[in-house]
Every structure is written in structure tokens, then in C-alpha cells.
């Protein structure tokens, strides 16, 4: 199914490496009724251990139009007014991030997105390694891109989500400065040439972190946020792949008091964005559960979101994916080859059991991503060990559905 059916305008084409995903905005559209509340019941039934979800926690009204950083700003942001980490981002002057990246050299081009180049750099006051995304001068999305992540970044303190030092604002140029993530994006490990690096274990640690970040966003912080943007490209790793959720730009604070959903505009990537929000701009955090569910399907199966090259039935990875979990068996055939027969088998079930009910069509039937994180640090407590017997053969595991 076309995930944007009335898209008139796709804005953006990320332009960085192997992909040729599209990053849509639409009609500027507003939906006004707010959803009734029935959006919070679903659980993971990974076999033995069902976990129950617990109702949405809901706070007070909130402006269907508004974005994460017009209210933060408001109520102070983060969880529960500790603020030790946050607010800390500085502004840079241009000369120092010419400075530091060496006039933005071709040579330190880490990639590209929508929002423009990212190059690697070194202040040179503190010797820290940073990247530097540079703003493309292409219209006003990209600057109200450029404030909400500048506000969101600066109000949220998460391991797994990436820090922001600060920005540069000089006439036209706009820049973000971030940590550096010295490995890179996901999506480089599991579609580029370093994709050999990442076993089972590691891909565990990623998917369970990022859902952490997620679990931040949604349940610790007041007022919650919705991400919105969740893909493999923008989750980032550190040191032993230690993952950080970046990229906040189009991120909104989520619904609050009786309301389920917020309405908005129809924006995310496509293969990642939940069907419902596609066709009638209502957004909820189960959007973001079902785009950490293909992502998780990603990790698991080493496939893209939208892959057009293959033949068009098999494009799109959860219409996919969908059918062929009917039948326990073909996990088998579905996991990447780059680690096949390299995980316990068990475990390799609860994960694409996760992923499944996290895409389901029906967002009352997705769990919470706190739900998740319970079901991914699980398998992270099992982990795989090369000695462990071969996987098809021996373990009995139970039917998915
Ligand atoms: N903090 C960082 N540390 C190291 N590399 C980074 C950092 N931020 C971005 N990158 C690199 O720059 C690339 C481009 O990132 P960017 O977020 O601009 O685009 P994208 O995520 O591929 O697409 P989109 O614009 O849709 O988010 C990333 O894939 C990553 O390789
Ligand atoms: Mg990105």
C-alpha cells in the first residue's frame, strides 16, 4: 500500500549513500477531531511471559498544530525539572566550525540528508570531536527544522539519544553541532560495506537502546514527545555500538488530557510512516511504535524499509514481511544471512514476534514502547554465544500469531 496516498510534495530526497528514500511533506492540512481514547491497550504476547500494558498517561490540553518546541519552552522541558544536563547548547561563531572542520572539507563529508551536508570536525578550544550539519539554503522547512531540534536537543539528557553542543546562526548559514558518533548510522552497518561488524548481540543492544530512547521521549518527559522520524539512518553508534536516537526536527509534542492523537501534517520517510497517520494526518505515539517496528524488522532481516529494487510486491518491507510471519518456520529465511544461524533461535522469535505486533495494522494493537523495551532487554539478557548449538535444529519455538 502507497503509505502517501495525497502526498503533494515531496520535498526532500536524502541524498546520502545507497537509498533513494523519500522524505515527504504534504498538504499543510489541518484534521480537527481530536480521537477517542482507545489507543492504549496493546501488549507484546512474546510467548511465556505476555506483558500488560499500562493506560496512556495524560496530562492536559494541548494545541493540535503545535510542535515540540514551542511548548517545552513553555513548561521548562525534561523529566521531572532536572535540568542538569540540559539547556547547555552554546552558539557558535562560523569561523569556529570553519575552523574546526577545515572549511568544511570534502574529506571530513560524513553524509547527507535532507536537511543538508554533515561534515566531521574538532573544536579547536576543546579538542572535541563533533559533527556539523550545515542547513541547505532551500526554503523554511528546513529552518523550522533547524529550531525544533536546536529546542528539543537542548531540553532532553538521554544516553541513548544524541547531545547537542550548539549552533551557529550567521546571516543565512544555519548549523547544529553534535556529539560525534565515531560509528556512524545504522543504516551504513546494515546496507554498507561495514555491515560485517554488526552480530546478533550488537543488533539486541542497538534495537533495545533505541527503544530506551523512545521509552524517554514518550513516558519520562513532560510534556511527551513524539519523534516521528524514527529510521535506521538516524540511529546513530558510538563506541561498541552504543545507539543514540538523533534527528528531532520534526518531532511534536504528543497528545495530552482526553485527546489520543494530535493533528498534523503528514511528514516522516516513506516505508517508515504508520498507515493511519499517513492517510489522515493523526498522529499518536503508536506511529512511532509502528516506525520502531520496521526498523526492528530492518535490524532483524538486513532489508530496507523501501527497497525499489526488487520486484514490486517485495518493496516494501512490512507488506513483506507480514504474510511470511504467518508461518514460524520462514524467521529462518527472513533473518539476514549476515548472521545466519548466528543467534538463538528463541530469542530470534521474541524479536520478530515484537516487530510484528508493532507494525500491526490497527494502532490499539501496538504495544507501548515501554512494553517493548521490557521485551527487547529480555532477549538482550539471552544473548547468543558461538558455542550455543546450531539454531534451526533444536529449539522449539511456539507459533507467532
Ligand atoms: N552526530 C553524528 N556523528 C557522526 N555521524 C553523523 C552524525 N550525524 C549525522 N551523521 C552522519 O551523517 C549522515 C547524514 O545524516 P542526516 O541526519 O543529515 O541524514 P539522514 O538521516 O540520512 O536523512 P534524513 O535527512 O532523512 O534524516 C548520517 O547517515 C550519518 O552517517
Ligand atoms: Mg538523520
Redesign the pocket.
Known amino acids: 500500500m502507497n503509505c502517501f496516498p495525497w502526498v503533494k510534495d515531496s520535498s526532500?530526497k536524502?541524498k546520502?549513500?545507497n537509498n533513494n528514500?523519500m522524505?515527504y511533506k504534504t498538504l499543510d492540512q489541518n484534521y480537527d477531531q481530536p480521537g477517542s481514547n482507545n489507543d492504549n491497550d496493546a501488549k507484546i504476547d512474546t510467548e511465556d511471559d505476555a506483558v500488560k500494558v499500562a493506560p496512556a498517561k495524560v496530562d492536559s490540553k494541548e494545541d493540535a498544530e503545535q510542535s515540540a518546541v514551542t511548548k517545552e519552552s513553555k513548561v521548562g522541558g525534561g523529566v521531572d525539572g532536572d535540568n542538569k544536563e540540559k539547556g547547555k547548547s552554546k552558539s557558535y561563531k562560523l569561523s569556529e566550525l570553519i575552523d574546526a572542520s577545515d572549511n568544511f572539507n570534502m574529506e571530513n563529508f560524513?553524509?547527507?540528508?535532507?536537511?543538508?551536508?554533515?561534515f566531521?570536525g574538532k573544536l579547536k578550544d576543546t579538542g572535541e570531536l563533533?559533527?556539523i550539519?550545515q542547513m541547505d539554503s532551500d526554503g523554511t522547512q528546513g529552518i523550522r527544522e533547524f529550531v525544533v531540534e536546536m529546542m528539543t536537543l537542548s531540553l532532553v539528557a538521554h544516553p541513548n539519544l544524541?547531545k547537542l553542543f550548539g549552533y551557529c546562526a550567521e546571516g543565512n548559514q544555519k548549523l547544529l553541532v553534535?556529539?560525534?558518533?565515531?560509528l556512524?548510522?545504522l543504516?551504513?552497518h546494515l546496507y554498507g560495506p561495514k555491515r560485517k561488524g554488526l552480530d546478533w548481540n550488537n543488533r539486541m543492544k542497538i534495537a533495545a537502546g533505541a527503544a530506551r530512547g523512545l521509552e524517554y521521549l514518550h513516558d519520562k518527559m513532560n510534556p511527551p514527545i513524539i519523534y516521528r522520524?524514527l529510521?535506521s539512518?538516524?540511529i546513530?553508534l558510538g563506541e561498541n555500538y552504543h545507539p543514540k536516537l538523533?534527528?528531532f526536527?520534526l518531532a511534536k509534542v504528543g497528545p495530552t488530557g482526553t485527546n489520543t492523537h494530535v493533528s498534523t501534517r503528514v511528514m516522516g520517510?516513506e516505508g517508515y510512516c504508520a498507515p493511519e497517520y499517513a492517510m489522515t494526518g493523526q498522529l499518536t505515539f503508536k506511529s512511532d511504535v509502528y516506525s520502531f517496528g520496521v526498523f526492528l524488522l530492518e535490524i532483524l532481516t538486513g532489508r530496507e524499509a523501501i527497497d525499489h529494487r526488487r520486484p514490486s510486491k517485495d518493496q516494501n518491507l512490512v507488506d513483506w514481511a507480514r504474510p511470511l510471519l504467518r508461518d514460524r518456520k520462514n524467521i529462518y529465511h527472513m533473518v539476514d544471512p549476515e548472521i545466519q544461524g548466528q543467534y538463538p533461535a528463541k530469542q530470534l522469535y521474541r524479536a520478530f514476534a515484537t516487530a510484528l505486533i508493532c507494525v500491526q495494522e490497527q494502532p490499539s494493537t501496538r504495544p507501548r514502547v515501554s512494553e517493548v523495551v521490557k521485551a527487547l532487554d529480555h532477549i538482550v539478557s539471552q544473548p547468543y554465544y558461538p558455542q550455543s548449538p546450531p539454531a534451526q535444529s533444536t529449539t522449539e519455538i511456539p507459533v507467532i500469531s
Open positions: 526532500k536524502t546520502n549513500n528514500k522524505k560524513l553524509g547527507e540528508g535532507g536537511f543538508g551536508k554533515v566531521k563533533v559533527a550539519k544524541v553534535y556529539e560525534y558518533m565515531s556512524g548510522s543504516e551504513k522520524d529510521k539512518s538516524n546513530l538523533s534527528d526536527g520517510t
